[in-house]
């Protein structure tokens, strides 16, 4: 019984202590986002705390570790909800020893003073993160949950800068003062919350945190992910929101919503929001309609739709279930489905092999067009991504008034990060300008994945996975597209077609919009050129399905020279760039040569499909293309090959 007397008395001298503290305390009210907050000194150190209208009947309160008043979002959303909000400053303690003690002493003084809830939600913003973990660790019974935003989890990767990040010298001095450790004694230091978070998890706190993907200063792989995994062995949970393309500021999310949620579902559910609908993060913008090929599919039973694009269009997963979705819908239609992707290709390819992948086939009812990614990732010019896909939808409207086009625009980390930046990517940007003119529905799932991460529905890293989605991935595509056309299908359909007309001018005078492909033979050979009829690589390097086994001509050394004669605006030659391909240099019509480098930056590794675009602004006419090898070389190329597969023209004049 002596132990809990002794401690019955240290309870009633500590309850008597800060009561008595209390009285001597100072309070100014001032103004915090239009609440009432009182500043004072508490132990010598400055002190917040901000009251809510009217407190939630749990009296749940966030504690800020640092920065007071720092992208706030979070804590003005929670105080709309009746939490309070609380900070004492102790930036000179860096969140050590001496800080938890403090923390300790502040935490018991507004248990007694303002009768907030046993637990706290823990707020840590950078190296606010020492601050919450070393507390925590220490008083886990005492905490709700962590909120944590690209939080310092080890020492030596910031201040120490001793992995990817700077590092900043003058702080990593006072730290290691701070925690009375040196340069050697930091490597065995255990106190830090990479290691001593495993205390939270075992006591099963959740946690989420806030990163940036490309945070210089606390690089989330030496901080965020090591945490993680500590923390999920020890069985604890711990969500991820990761901002692509993010560093270190700004911190928080613009929209706190998945973190209050997070805050919310473990402290006070009955105070959260109702759920968004499934669909309220699609970004689908329904110009004119796809009705056209709905009363096709009705009425004549048969249906032609055909898929052009790239990779994502080539491989297997949302491509596959729209075709099992169209034959469900239309069970007695008979489906001819085209699959016209090529991996490596955006919208100029498109444009020039729209003809022989998909007009070639018949009359086309419903066309699937996507090249946002490789438009971007290939470095193509604004001007040429417009070009191209105004060339697509110009040339397919076309041939035949009565098709119905839908343009996808799919995900990459550049695209999250331009959103995350506020700003919508370029080739996005071009590509709408089309899908407007022409009445084009269009759905970007660049905006609605980044949207939907952000909101902590899932990640990039586990379940989306690459710009080749996961099956993850490629469902959500797949429901996105089936509530297109569930949304559009909602009514009875028009008893007839709507012809749709094209405008009376472009939107560029130099869209290919009459781009095709020329046949190779149409070359007149000088020399160092041959035809091979069966091309296979001699290297053993990755090929394109396609793009081996395929005639095309080949030049091998230097000063090969060629002619094409050609009626055009634009020419073009399709190649397959593989580790060997050297630079060309071309001249139309006996003026200067210029040069063009054929290697990309995937070359060392596949021979891949490529357009090479020399001239698109030509005066409408004949013209005469010399071509031939030039002796100088990409030094990361191993050669001077140039193998072409087909001669790209645009012949359209307005």
Same mark, same amino acid.
């Given at each position: 019984m002596q132990p809990a007397y002794h401690q019955h008395i240290k309870s009633i001298f500590l309850s008597l202590?800060?009561?008595?503290?209390?009285?001597?305390i100072?309070?100014?009210e001032t103004n915090y986002h239009g609440f009432k907050c009182l500043d004072f000194k508490f132990e010598g150190q400055d002190a917040k705390i901000v009251f809510p209208e009217k407190a939630d009947a749990g009296r749940h309160w966030i504690w800020r570790a640092r920065f007071w008043g720092h992208e706030p979002q979070t804590e003005i959303a929670l105080l709309k909800k009746g939490f309070h909000v609380v900070y004492i400053d102790a930036a000179e303690y860096c969140g050590n020893q001496e800080a938890v003690n403090l923390w300790n002493h502040f935490y018991d003084y507004l248990i007694s003073q303002y009768q907030l809830n046993p637990k706290a939600v823990l707020e840590g913003f950078s190296r606010g993160g020492l601050y919450v973990y070393n507390w925590g660790s220490e008083n886990v019974t005492k905490v709700a949950c962590i909120y944590a935003d690209a939080p310092v989890c080890d020492l030596r990767s910031w201040p120490g800068g001793k992995g990817k990040g700077a590092g900043s010298p003058d702080d990593w001095k006072a730290h290691l003062k701070a925690y009375n450790l040196t340069e050697l004694t930091v490597n065995k230091f255990k106190e830090m919350p990479i290691y001593n978070a495993v205390k939270l998890a075992e006591a099963r706190v959740p946690v989420i945190h806030v990163c940036g993907a490309k945070d210089e200063a606390v690089p989330i792989e030496e901080n965020t992910y090591v945490l993680e995994k500590t923390y999920k062995e020890a069985g604890g949970e711990i969500q991820i929101i990761v901002k692509e393309g993010g560093g270190h500021h700004p911190h928080s999310l613009k929209d706190p919503y998945p973190?209050?949620?997070?805050?919310?579902?473990?402290?006070?559910?009955?105070?959260?929001?109702?759920?968004?609908?499934?669909n309220s993060k699609m970004v689908i913008s329904f110009r004119g309609t796809i009705d056209n090929c709905r009363i096709k599919f009705d009425h004549e039973k048969k249906g032609r739709v055909a898929f052009l694009g790239g990779s994502i269009t080539f491989n297997s997963g949302w491509r596959d279930s729209i075709c099992n979705y169209l034959q469900q819908k239309f069970p007695e239609t008979d489906f001819e489905f085209i699959n016209a992707g090529i991996p490596s290709t955006g919208s100029t390819p498109g444009a020039m092999r729209l003809v022989r992948d998909v007009l070639s086939k018949g009359m086309i009812d419903l066309l699937f067009e996507e090249a946002a990614v490789n438009d971007a990732t290939n470095g193509i010019s604004p001007k040429m991504q417009l070009r191209g896909m105004e060339g697509i939808v110009y040339h397919a409207i076309k041939s035949n008034p009565n098709m119905d086009i839908v343009m996808l625009h799919f995900v990459d980390q550049d695209k999250m990060a331009d959103y995350n930046r506020g700003k919508t990517p370029e080739v996005i940007e071009q590509h709408e300008k089309v899908a407007e003119y022409y009445a084009i529905p269009s759905i970007d799932f660049a905006k609605e994945v980044n949207d939907r991460i952000l909101n902590g529905e899932f990640s990039w890293r586990d379940d989306f996975k690459d710009l080749h989605p996961s099956p993850f991935g490629q469902a959500i595509y797949f429901r996105t597209i089936k509530h297109f056309f569930d949304t559009s299908w909602k009514n009875p359909a028009p008893m007839e077609q709507n012809p749709? *007309?094209?405008?009376?001018?472009?939107?560029?005078?130099?869209?290919?919009? +009459?781009?095709?492909? !020329?046949?190779? *033979?149409?070359?007149?050979?000088?020399?160092?050129?041959?035809?091979?009829? +069966?091309?296979?690589? !001699?290297?053993?390097?990755?090929?394109?399905?396609?793009f081996v086994n395929v005639p095309v001509l080949e030049a091998l050394q230097p000063g090969a020279t060629l002619k094409l004669k050609f009626s055009g605006t634009a020419i073009g030659l399709f190649v397959t760039s593989g580790p060997d391909s050297g630079m060309l240099e071309y001249s139309i019509d006996g003026a200067a040569f210029n040069t063009s480098d054929q290697f990309t930056q995937w070359s060392q590794q596949l021979h891949l499909p490529w357009l090479i675009m020399l001239e698109d602004e030509l005066l409408a006419g004949k013209h005469t293309l010399q071509l031939r090898v030039s002796a100088t070389k990409n030094q990361r190329s191993k050669g001077f090959a140039c193998r072409i597969h087909q001669f790209a023209v645009n012949n359209y004049n307005q």
């Amino acid at each position: 019984m002596q132990p809990a007397y002794h401690q019955h008395i240290k309870s009633i001298f500590l309850s008597l202590f800060i009561i008595a503290f209390s009285l001597t305390i100072k309070a100014q009210e001032t103004n915090y986002h239009g609440f009432k907050c009182l500043d004072f000194k508490f132990e010598g150190q400055d002190a917040k705390i901000v009251f809510p209208e009217k407190a939630d009947a749990g009296r749940h309160w966030i504690w800020r570790a640092r920065f007071w008043g720092h992208e706030p979002q979070t804590e003005i959303a929670l105080l709309k909800k009746g939490f309070h909000v609380v900070y004492i400053d102790a930036a000179e303690y860096c969140g050590n020893q001496e800080a938890v003690n403090l923390w300790n002493h502040f935490y018991d003084y507004l248990i007694s003073q303002y009768q907030l809830n046993p637990k706290a939600v823990l707020e840590g913003f950078s190296r606010g993160g020492l601050y919450v973990y070393n507390w925590g660790s220490e008083n886990v019974t005492k905490v709700a949950c962590i909120y944590a935003d690209a939080p310092v989890c080890d020492l030596r990767s910031w201040p120490g800068g001793k992995g990817k990040g700077a590092g900043s010298p003058d702080d990593w001095k006072a730290h290691l003062k701070a925690y009375n450790l040196t340069e050697l004694t930091v490597n065995k230091f255990k106190e830090m919350p990479i290691y001593n978070a495993v205390k939270l998890a075992e006591a099963r706190v959740p946690v989420i945190h806030v990163c940036g993907a490309k945070d210089e200063a606390v690089p989330i792989e030496e901080n965020t992910y090591v945490l993680e995994k500590t923390y999920k062995e020890a069985g604890g949970e711990i969500q991820i929101i990761v901002k692509e393309g993010g560093g270190h500021h700004p911190h928080s999310l613009k929209d706190p919503y998945p973190i209050v949620r997070f805050i919310l579902s473990h402290t006070a559910p009955e105070l959260q929001d109702l759920p968004s609908p499934p669909n309220s993060k699609m970004v689908i913008s329904f110009r004119g309609t796809i009705d056209n090929c709905r009363i096709k599919f009705d009425h004549e039973k048969k249906g032609r739709v055909a898929f052009l694009g790239g990779s994502i269009t080539f491989n297997s997963g949302w491509r596959d279930s729209i075709c099992n979705y169209l034959q469900q819908k239309f069970p007695e239609t008979d489906f001819e489905f085209i699959n016209a992707g090529i991996p490596s290709t955006g919208s100029t390819p498109g444009a020039m092999r729209l003809v022989r992948d998909v007009l070639s086939k018949g009359m086309i009812d419903l066309l699937f067009e996507e090249a946002a990614v490789n438009d971007a990732t290939n470095g193509i010019s604004p001007k040429m991504q417009l070009r191209g896909m105004e060339g697509i939808v110009y040339h397919a409207i076309k041939s035949n008034p009565n098709m119905d086009i839908v343009m996808l625009h799919f995900v990459d980390q550049d695209k999250m990060a331009d959103y995350n930046r506020g700003k919508t990517p370029e080739v996005i940007e071009q590509h709408e300008k089309v899908a407007e003119y022409y009445a084009i529905p269009s759905i970007d799932f660049a905006k609605e994945v980044n949207d939907r991460i952000l909101n902590g529905e899932f990640s990039w890293r586990d379940d989306f996975k690459d710009l080749h989605p996961s099956p993850f991935g490629q469902a959500i595509y797949f429901r996105t597209i089936k509530h297109f056309f569930d949304t559009s299908w909602k009514n009875p359909a028009p008893m007839e077609q709507n012809p749709k *007309k094209l405008p009376g001018k472009t939107l560029d005078t130099n869209s290919y919009v +009459n781009g095709h492909f !020329e046949p190779i *033979k149409n070359a007149k050979l000088k020399s160092g050129w041959k035809l091979i009829r +069966n091309w296979i690589p !001699e290297d053993k390097v990755s090929t394109r399905e396609g793009f081996v086994n395929v005639p095309v001509l080949e030049a091998l050394q230097p000063g090969a020279t060629l002619k094409l004669k050609f009626s055009g605006t634009a020419i073009g030659l399709f190649v397959t760039s593989g580790p060997d391909s050297g630079m060309l240099e071309y001249s139309i019509d006996g003026a200067a040569f210029n040069t063009s480098d054929q290697f990309t930056q995937w070359s060392q590794q596949l021979h891949l499909p490529w357009l090479i675009m020399l001239e698109d602004e030509l005066l409408a006419g004949k013209h005469t293309l010399q071509l031939r090898v030039s002796a100088t070389k990409n030094q990361r190329s191993k050669g001077f090959a140039c193998r072409i597969h087909q001669f790209a023209v645009n012949n359209y004049n307005q």
